[in-house]
């Protein structure tokens, strides 16, 4: 960081020492939830650890880089018709939508000493819709509409300590310097095994709620994505949609990865474990996958002219130690997510904690929505106009 950028950066924590809501997390979740409070007119700072908003939406170039025309290394697709409120956000922010291409035959792979065979495709029901640009154009049109100033890259929540009627955050700034801030309320749009590893509490979060975070599993957080780009689609010219499924691996399920303007992929989740992933390293999985991909759709695609492998469990502002097993999506509950001292002051608003479609880019914004509802309704209690 440059000299002026820190003082600039130290102005602005001495002028926003003390805030309505702090925002604890750049992702889908954070992101929406400052979109609501900002149209409530609720003062807010976001505050992100990373130095890009996104979490774990990351549409990326060639090179692995955020891109406006990227490939999804996280989510890509959603259901319109099983995820309304979704569907609202991509009308509201007017983001072209096409569907995850499926058109022609499936190639299925068995045994490693059988030759993979190809069946005919069946259609897609419910049809899924991917995002013109990747999904991070959702994260590029919310962030448009906040207040810059608002928005916090580079800065770690690593301490709340609850004290009278605000909540004081330690936090560690991109070159190391720790500053205190205080805010009223505060939500965390993190996972909450992320947020009950990276950030401790004072008082301590009650051991029944704090073994609940612990306990739920963080979507994508144990997987990885590999994609092979190409300069043509040519499964597509052999009447081949671009699925697959493999029980030889390393990839296990391999789907068209094409972008709407046209850029040519194919990509995999691969079904090696993340210990496995760390033992063999990205030049033999690379290796393997390509060699995977030729044998599945020919020799052509064993000639990719560049690869990208995303693997979520070594980024650790995703992933702890307990998620290096191999999990599926959380269960919907009900569960208070956070009970006695804490409650009333913190909320969760991580796809997790959604009571529909959790992990899901729709409980994201599930989420988010019932966490500045309660917020809102415990500042109404309390008689708070002027912030409510």
Request: aromatic share 8%.
């Amino acid at each position: 960081m440059s000299e002026s950028a820190r003082r600039n950066e130290e102005k602005l924590m001495k002028h926003e020492r003390r805030m309505s809501v702090a925002i604890i997390g750049g992702g889908l979740a954070g992101l929406y939830a400052a979109r609501r409070l900002h149209a409530l007119g609720i003062g807010f700072q976001l505050f992100e650890a990373r130095d890009r908003l996104g979490g774990r939406i990351l549409s990326a170039n060639d090179q692995g880089h955020s891109s406006n025309d990227g490939f999804d290394l996280g989510p890509s697709w959603f259901w319109p018709e099983m995820q309304r409120g979704l569907t609202a956000l991509v009308d509201e922010l007017g983001l072209e939508t096409f569907p995850q291409y499926s058109d022609g035959d499936v190639v299925v792979e068995r045994l490693p000493r059988e030759e993979p065979r190809r069946y005919q495709g069946m259609p897609q029901a419910p049809q899924s819709m991917r995002v013109a640009g990747g999904t991070g154009a959702f994260i590029t049109a919310l962030s448009a509409t906040l207040p810059r100033e608002a928005l916090r890259l580079g800065m770690r929540v690593r301490h709340a300590m609850l004290n009278n009627s605000e909540v004081l955050l330690t936090i560690v700034a991109r070159d190391g310097a720790e500053h205190e801030v205080a805010a009223e309320h505060v939500i965390f749009a993190l996972p909450p095994r992320l947020l009950a590893s990276s950030v401790s509490f004072t008082p301590d979060i009650d051991s029944a709620t704090a073994s609940l975070w612990r306990d739920t599993a963080t979507w994508m957080a144990p997987h990885a994505k590999f994609f092979a780009l190409y300069r043509q689609s040519f499964w597509r010219d052999a009447g081949l949609s671009g699925t697959a499924q493999s029980q030889v691996g390393p990839l296990v399920e391999i789907h068209d990865a094409t972008t709407a303007s046209g850029l040519p992929a194919l990509f995999g989740f691969l079904g090696v474990d993340a210990d496995q992933r760390a033992a063999l390293g990205e030049e033999a999985l690379t290796h393997a996958c390509i060699t995977q991909l030729a044998r599945l759709f020919g020799p052509e695609a064993g000639r990719p002219h560049a690869t990208l492998l995303k693997d979520w469990a070594a980024d650790p502002l995703t992933a702890t130690a307990d998620d290096r097993a191999p999990s599926g999506h959380p269960e919907p509950t009900r569960t208070l997510w956070v009970t006695g001292v804490w409650k009333g002051r913190i909320f969760l608003a991580g796809s997790e904690t959604s009571t529909t479609a959790p992990g899901y880019l729709a409980g994201a914004i599930a989420a988010a929505e019932r966490a500045v509802l309660e917020l809102r309704s415990r500042g109404q209690n309390k008689g708070v106009g002027n912030l409510f």
